[in-house]
């Protein structure tokens, strides 16, 4: 059983920066690929960035690649998801994930955090 646990969203001003942070439990963080999935109102859930469980490889959708990194942080077993230049289409809720043993883009988590809202205004 993992538990994850999102923190830092909020609301920012477009061109404005977030960093979301998620904090999982459990002894087998190394066994999961990590990653960010959002969902917009009226919209369904969609694959934002994803690290693998090696920390090796790294995806992104093409929506949010060149503005959103995202890393992992194996000793505090947390994941960072940074967004940079933000847009008010990126204003969703969203939700960290964890799927074992992924080596390439995420697909099918296994567990989701409870997710966190960010709301970007023009």
């Known amino acids: 059983q993992v538990q994850l646990v999102e923190s830092g969203g909020g609301s920012v001003q477009a061109g404005g920066s977030l960093r979301l942070s998620c904090a999982a439990s459990?002894?087998?963080?190394?066994?999961?690929?990590m990653g960010w999935f959002r969902q917009a109102p009226g919209k369904e859930r969609e694959f934002v960035a994803s690290?693998?469980?090696?920390?090796?490889?790294?995806y992104y959708a093409d929506s949010v690649k060149g503005r959103f990194t995202t890393s992992r942080d194996f000793a505090k077993n947390t994941v960072y998801l940074q967004m940079n230049s933000l847009k008010p289409e990126d204003t969703a809720v969203y939700y960290c994930?964890?799927?074992?043993?992924?080596?390439?883009?995420?697909?099918?988590?296994?567990?989701w955090g409870q997710g966190t809202q960010v709301t970007v205004s023009s």
């Open positions: 459990g002894r087998t963080f190394r066994s999961y690929a």
């Open positions: 690290i693998s469980w090696s920390g090796d490889n790294i």
């Open positions: 994930a964890a799927e074992l043993w992924r080596a390439q883009a995420m697909r099918g988590p296994n567990y």
